[in-house]
Every structure is written in C-alpha cells, then in structure tokens.
C-alpha cells in the first residue's frame, strides 16, 4: 500500500505513521468502518459516521468532527472517481497505564482506501462454520477493533468456493457471517438476528430493516435458516448476496430477493445489478 | 516514548514503524507478553517466550526463533541495569482480503521497555467489576490482542484507592482480574480460576501452580473468594500482591501469604520482598 493511499492523524494532525504502542495495537482499543465509495463519493456517508460515533461513545473514545472527517476522506479520495473502498480506523490513541485509559487521549484515525474486492461469480456458496460467537452485551453490535473471533472463523476453510462462513453464538443461535449480516425469508418475512449479544449491528442491515416493510430481527435457529425461502448476506461493500447454497442445502433465485436487490440499487446506485 | 525504547520487526527485518493497515491494528491478531526486567535481564524468560509460541501456533502466527528474539531483547535492553518492563507484541503482519489470513505473512514484532509502575502501597483495595466475562473457549488462556474487555471493566472505577478489579465470568464464576490472575486460600490449599472458557493463563500463575503443593484449579464462586481465608492476585511484572480489601471484605496479613512471597523471592530475586 502506497502512503498515498493512506492517511494517519492524532487529533487533527496528520502523522507518518501510527505510533507503535497505540492502543488500537496493544488492545484493539478502537472502532472502524469499512465503506463502498462510488462515483467519488462514500456510499451510506451519514450511517457510517452515525455508527463511528456510537461505537466511540459506547467505548468512551472522543469522535472526530464528522465535517471535519469528511472534509479529509474527500482529500484522500481526490481523483479517484471509480469503485472502491475506505476503511475507518479510530482509536483511543496512546497512553495510560495499561489497561487503564489515559486522562486526555488525542485519538488516532487511520484513513486507508483499497480496491473494490472482486464480484461474486454468482449465488454465494455459504459453509457452517465451527467456532461459535461468544455473548458479550457490553461490545454487541459495536464494528470494534477486537476481531480474532472472525479472523478464526475465516481460517476454518481455504477451498475457494465457499465464499462465506455462517457462525452461531455459543446459545446455539444463528448470529451472522464472518463479514456480513444474514437475512432469512421466512413465512414470507425477511429475519435477521438481533445484534445485542453478539455480531456487529451492519450498515446495509440497517437499510433493510429501515426500507423493507417485511424486514424484522428474530431469534433464528440454525435449522430455520435452512428452511427458509430464500437466503441473503449483507454487508456496506457488496450490498446484498443471494444465497444458492448452504452445506447441502440449495436455493433457486428467489422473486422477492431480486425485488429487494432492486430496490436496494435504486436507493443506492453503487449497488445496481449487484 | 523515545525511538531508543521501541524495535519494531517485519520477520526479522528492522523497520521505522508499525504499517498502519497491520492486522495487529486493525484485528487485534496477535499475541503479546509483558516481562518483569530485574538486572539487566527478563524474569522468567523461557516461560515467556514458550507462552508466546503457544498463542503464536494456536492463532496459525509464525513466531520467531527464540534465539534471535533473545538477542534483540538484550540489544534493547543493554546499558538498562535498572528494573524495568518489556513488552513484546507479535501480529500476523499485513495482508490477507479482509479477515482472511494471507498465505504467506510476513510477521510484525514490537519489542518496548517501559518503566517499572510503582509499587502498591500495602495490601491491596479491590472491587468487583460489573462487567463479565464473555466465554470463548477458542480464545481462552492466550494473551492475545483482543482486550477491549480488560478496558472496559479497568474504565469502571477512577478512584485512585482502588487498586484493582475483580471480575466474573458470563455463567457467574469468579475469573480473574483485570490485569491479574487470583488465588483465594480455600481449606488449606490456593485455589485459581480455570483459564480454559476466559482469561489468561499467566506466568505468575503458572509458578504458583507448578511451584506450590498446595495450589490447584478450581471453580470459584464469589462467596467462595469472599470467604476466603487469604487472597492474592499475581502477575509477571509485580509477582504477589496479597489483597487487604474486597468491598466490604477485609483480610489481615495470612502467614502462608507471607511465605509464599518469601518463596518467590528466593526462586526470582526480582520479586524479593515484594
């Protein structure tokens, strides 16, 4: 990655590069936000700074000034009119003692663009994966920086046709996939599990429960899923990915999946004929 | 922190700075150790650095040789007689697409002497903490980088009289602390938490375990650390620290207490009189 993909800042100053004992390092101390961008512009802008300075709060880190944030994607982003993607990384910064957060932090934010990742060639191929979710209520639904649950999750299989890994929580319920939420048509609703005990509260699963009437959370067990109607992932990169295999079981497309992609590329054109 | 007190590796290659899209950063993937320095050398090396492999090899990181890491310590730390800590971070490096794991990963280490914190004042005043301990066994027993758990709960209490947190697991058991294992004297024997669902298998705790006839896991419930006859936590940096205080709960100086950390003392020089 080049330094000019890249931009690092402690408060408002701009760095060369992040500091090796910051927080977000030592602890994974920090949130982040992983955008589409399109047509120059970052898709969902106001739900992502909405949820960056939720998961700051939740985690008691001070937030950036989102015109200010703004301002600065748009610099790093000058020129670059394709697809692609921007990560957000905010962290408390360096200091205290240990664990211990410091009195007055500078937080660090790391700005990074990178490649759109490549289409799926079709239906997603979708594997169970073994590792379970633990329950933790106090970081539930936050996109923070503690992630090894799904870096272990993803290491579970290398065969390049699965594309995704579906986990569930150490209950036993249906939780997410390792980089998208999950929805399951169901008795001709749209369900996805809630997001207070374990997984990570999605940009485009917000969009769904927002824009489509039949759209719920639900407790789902894993042998729901399996019998659903129809079966999507989800995620603020790739929109929404239609299911056509789970293990053993199939789907055939689904009308009402392909009416919900639709009305999804017409609110947000980033996502047309995904 | 001056540049002269950090090292920072990719494989063995020295480089200026910490890449600001390392998965350390941005996953928390990674492993890490905090060493007791006492005379120019690190206390309990050996355990240390076979801890570190172990959690290296458990999350599919390749560690580092023991041999050179121990001449780069040395090298950091040469003309440091002085008591001390070092910490060194280990992360899967940079790469991958997204949270998969690269094929081949180049590493990341991060070697940082830090100074000794000042001693607790006599026994020490400890609270319960609110938060608990979400149960992974997939993750339990390493010190890995995913501790927002550990800041969270650290971030419960200001008051500088309180010198540590005790916490409990998701099913209600006593755990550790947030920066300590814990031993309650139990009918004659020093009983720990199990580290096999949460929490960290430390150094300390493993001398104690290894070294002490009497000591041995157990499942403890709050009243039974309440109740206790003697308490302590440990950890490698501070050795024994016997607690005075527990909410409303009080111990006087126990006398297997004391010999205990006399025993210390005499098989680690550095924890003498501690």
Chains 1, 2 share one sequence.
């Not at 923070?144 to 999750?153: G, K, S, T």
């Not at 659903?228 to 995620?235: E, K, T, V, Y």
Request: glycine share 10%; charged share 20%.
């Amino acid at each position: 990655m080049s330094t000019a993909d890249v931009a690092i800042y402690r408060g408002r100053e701009r760095l060369a590069a992040v500091d090796a004992t910051d927080r977000g390092l030592a602890y994974g101390d920090g949130v982040f936000e992983t955008l589409r961008v399109h047509a120059g512009a970052p898709v969902w802008w106001d739900a992502h700074v909405a949820r960056l300075r939720h998961g700051a709060a939740r985690l008691g880190i001070a937030a950036p000034d989102a015109a200010w944030l703004r301002n600065e994607v748009d610099a790093l982003m000058a020129g670059q009119g394709g697809p692609g993607v921007l990560k957000l990384v905010l962290t408390r910064g360096t200091g205290g003692r240990g664990y211990r957060v410091p009195d007055e932090a500078a937080p660090t934010m790391v700005l990074s663009r990178h490649p759109l990742p490549p289409p799926a060639p079709g239906p997603l191929v979708v594997r169970w994966c073994q590792l379970r979710m633990a329950l933790q209520p106090a970081l539930a639904g936050l996109k923070h920086l503690n992630r090894l649950e799904q870096v272990l999750a993803r290491a579970e299989w290398r065969d390049e046709a699965i594309h995704e890994g579906l986990l569930l929580d150490a209950a036993g319920r249906v939780a997410c996939a390792t980089a998208a939420n999950v929805f399951a048509r169901i008795d001709g609703r749209w369900l996805t599990p809630r997001v207070d005990a374990c997984g990570v509260a999605g940009i485009a699963r917000a969009w769904v429960l927002a824009n489509v009437p039949d759209a719920a959370e639900a407790t789902l067990q894993p042998a729901d899923v399996e019998g659903a109607d129809a079966l999507f992932l989800c995620n603020a990169v790739r929109g929404i990915l239609p299911v056509g295999r789970l293990g053993d079981h199939a789907w055939a497309p689904h009308p009402a999946l392909a009416e919900l992609q639709r009305q999804l590329g017409r609110a947000e054109p980033a996502f047309e004929g995904s």
